[in-house]
């Protein structure tokens, strides 16, 4: 199989060949079929290179195609109709819910459509964290967390007289530093709350052994699925986690959905989030009764066309094998390290290769990595540059901001290569 080399691309003698390994079994050529964009100029006569799907995923037909046939076909609101529309909107929008569910192994009453993982986290924080924490009780997460899953701690923490404690990580690699766990995960600790995948270092996380470790304590296990749901296969039940927090648009779906998973006994104990229509089992001018679950933490009219386009995600990702995409996106990051370390005077951040995820921020000697990102923008290449979301982990590094390339099942080895060019030019226009 030969990948997509354009013009553009193969303007230098540079450009690597490569050998797929055999265990590599996504044909590329026919992914990027798949995503109309990728057909699209950065600029005039300038292809795109899509290189920030860890901020959010580019869309294959098959989920654009979904979501369109819902409006044009069936358009109505859900769980409420009599009529033919509404009861195939239902029913559209409750299959694509199982079919989620099934995805990460998830029980259908434990799978709950949110706005995205960041709504996912502050419903467990407002809910469970209202019920459930008192002063003097701790929460922990880390150092490295996306602000999703340390600011609504905070919140939390500031409404019960709870305290937020954060796990330190070796600045070294990016992992997290286990060595110290026992002194923060304590008796007192009533929350664990951490990522399973950075978004920054990529460091991909223990998950089963830190869920273990916080139920030794007897805490809970929160845990922000993100950057890992839609790079590798998860099961929830496997990691035993109480709770589970991920984007659809992250994964090859649309944005305005997330998903929270939670363990039925602690989500039937726990308080509505919001309240409303759906919601509810009765409502009477003395107070109101909830619904069973997964619809008690559903307050409103849901976004039903991005549930609908979510489950076409889940089935797209499924059709290709989460095996196959992780398995992908390990020899497009390894091989990513490994171009990218001939670029002088450029520092990735994180661990190698085996532990991380198809994600690589950096930093470049005497480049800024806002006009890294201009500079590449002007070839094409859409990289992210900033805090991602992680001002902490910066902070504890001492910098301010890097860029960061993040890879999905489209991506390609001469994509990369463009990018070690872009990067090499950057680095002369800038005169080091
Ligand atoms: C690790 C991690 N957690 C949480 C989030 C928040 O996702 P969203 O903005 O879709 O709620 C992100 C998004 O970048 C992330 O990378």
């Given at each position: 199989?030969?990948?997509?080399?354009?013009?553009h691309?193969?303007?230098?003698?540079?450009?690597?060949?490569?050998?797929?390994?055999?265990?590599?079994?996504l044909?590329?050529?026919?992914?990027?079929?798949?995503?109309?964009?990728?057909?699209?100029?950065?600029?005039?006569?300038?292809?795109?290179?899509?290189?920030?799907?860890?901020?959010?995923?580019?869309?294959?037909?098959?989920?654009?195609?979904?979501?369109?046939?819902?409006?044009?076909?069936?358009?109505?609101?859900?769980?409420?109709?009599?009529?033919?529309?509404?009861?195939?909107?239902?029913?559209?929008?409750?299959?694509?819910?199982?079919?989620?569910?099934?995805?990460?192994?998830a029980?259908?009453?434990?799978?709950?459509?949110?706005?995205?993982?960041?709504?996912?986290?502050?419903l467990?924080?407002y809910?469970?964290?209202r019920?459930?924490?008192?002063?003097?009780?701790?929460?922990?997460?880390?150092?490295?967390?996306?602000h999703?899953?340390?600011v609504?701690?905070?919140?939390?923490?500031?409404?019960?007289?709870?305290?937020?404690?954060?796990?330190?990580?070796?600045?070294e690699?990016?992992?997290?530093?286990?060595?110290?766990?026992?002194?923060?995960?304590?008796?007192?600790?009533?929350?664990?709350?951490?990522?399973?995948?950075?978004?920054?270092?990529?460091?991909?996380?223990?998950?089963?052994?830190?869920?273990?470790?916080?139920?030794?304590?007897?805490?809970?296990?929160?845990?922000?699925?993100?950057?890992?749901?839609?790079?590798?296969?998860?099961?929830?039940?496997?990691?035993?986690?109480?709770?589970?927090?991920?984007?659809?648009?992250?994964?090859?779906?649309?944005?305005?959905?997330?998903?929270?998973?939670?363990?039925?006994?602690?989500?039937?104990?726990?308080?509505?989030?919001?309240?409303?229509?759906?919601?509810?089992?009765?409502?009477?001018?003395?107070?109101?009764?909830?619904?069973?679950?997964?619809?008690?933490?559903?307050?409103?009219?849901p976004?039903?066309?991005?549930?609908?386009?979510?489950?076409?995600?889940?089935?797209?990702?499924?059709?290709?094998?989460?095996?196959?995409?992780?398995?992908?996106?390990a020899?497009?990051?390894?091989?990513?390290?490994?171009?990218?370390?001939?670029?002088?005077?450029?520092?990735?951040?994180?661990?190698?290769?085996?532990?991380r995820a198809?994600?690589?921020?950096?930093?470049?000697?005497?480049?800024?990595?806002?006009?890294?990102?201009?500079?590449?923008?002007?070839?094409?290449?859409?990289?992210?540059?900033?805090?991602?979301?992680?001002?902490?982990?910066?902070?504890?590094?001492?910098?301010?901001?890097?860029?960061?390339?993040?890879?999905?099942?489209?991506?390609?080895?001469?994509?990369?290569?463009?990018?070690?060019?872009?990067?090499?030019?950057?680095?002369?226009?800038?005169?080091?």
């Amino acid at each position: 199989m030969r990948f997509v080399r354009n013009e553009h691309w193969t303007r230098t003698a540079e450009l690597k060949t490569f050998q797929e390994p055999e265990t590599h079994m996504l044909n590329v050529e026919q992914v990027r079929r798949d995503f109309p964009i990728l057909d699209v100029e950065a600029h005039a006569g300038v292809p795109l290179i899509y290189l920030d799907s860890a901020a959010s995923s580019q869309k294959p037909t098959a989920v654009i195609e979904a979501m369109n046939q819902y409006y044009r076909e069936y358009n109505a609101n859900v769980h409420r109709g009599i009529h033919r529309l509404s009861e195939d909107a239902t029913n559209a929008y409750e299959e694509a819910r199982g079919r989620i569910g099934r995805f990460i192994n998830a029980p259908y009453e434990e799978t709950i459509f949110t706005r995205n993982a960041t709504e996912s986290i502050n419903l467990i924080a407002y809910t469970w964290g209202r019920a459930n924490l008192r002063a003097g009780d701790e929460i922990l997460t880390t150092a490295l967390e996306h602000h999703a899953n340390i600011v609504p701690w905070q919140m939390i923490a500031e409404m019960t007289g709870a305290t937020v404690r954060y796990l330190p990580f070796n600045h070294e690699d990016g992992t997290l530093a286990l060595d110290q766990l026992p002194n923060y995960l304590t008796e007192r600790t009533k929350v664990f709350a951490f990522t399973a995948v950075s978004n920054v270092f990529g460091t991909i996380m223990p998950v089963r052994a830190l869920v273990d470790a916080a139920h030794a304590v007897g805490a809970i296990a929160v845990v922000d699925g993100a950057q890992a749901v839609p790079h590798k296969p998860v099961d929830v039940k496997a990691w035993d986690c109480d709770f589970m927090a991920f984007s659809s648009h992250k994964m090859c779906g649309p944005t305005g959905i997330g998903i929270l998973y939670g363990k039925r006994d602690l989500l039937a104990a726990m308080p509505p989030f919001m309240g409303g229509g759906d919601m509810i089992r009765r409502v009477t001018l003395a107070g109101s009764t909830w619904n069973d679950l997964p619809y008690k933490f559903e307050a409103g009219t849901p976004s039903i066309a991005e549930g609908i386009g979510l489950g076409a995600a889940v089935d797209y990702l499924t059709e290709l094998g989460m095996d196959n995409v992780h398995a992908h996106e390990a020899f497009i990051t390894n091989y990513a390290l490994e171009a990218l370390s001939d670029v002088k005077g450029l520092n990735i951040i994180g661990p190698p290769a085996n532990q991380r995820a198809g994600v690589a921020a950096f930093t470049l000697e005497g480049v800024h990595p806002h006009d890294i990102a201009q500079l590449l923008d002007a070839d094409g290449i859409a990289v992210r540059a900033g805090h991602h979301c992680a001002m902490p982990l910066h902070k504890e590094l001492g910098i301010t901001a890097t860029a960061r390339a993040s890879f999905y099942v489209h991506t390609t080895t001469a994509e990369i290569d463009a990018l070690v060019l872009s990067l090499n030019k950057a680095r002369k226009t800038f005169g080091y």
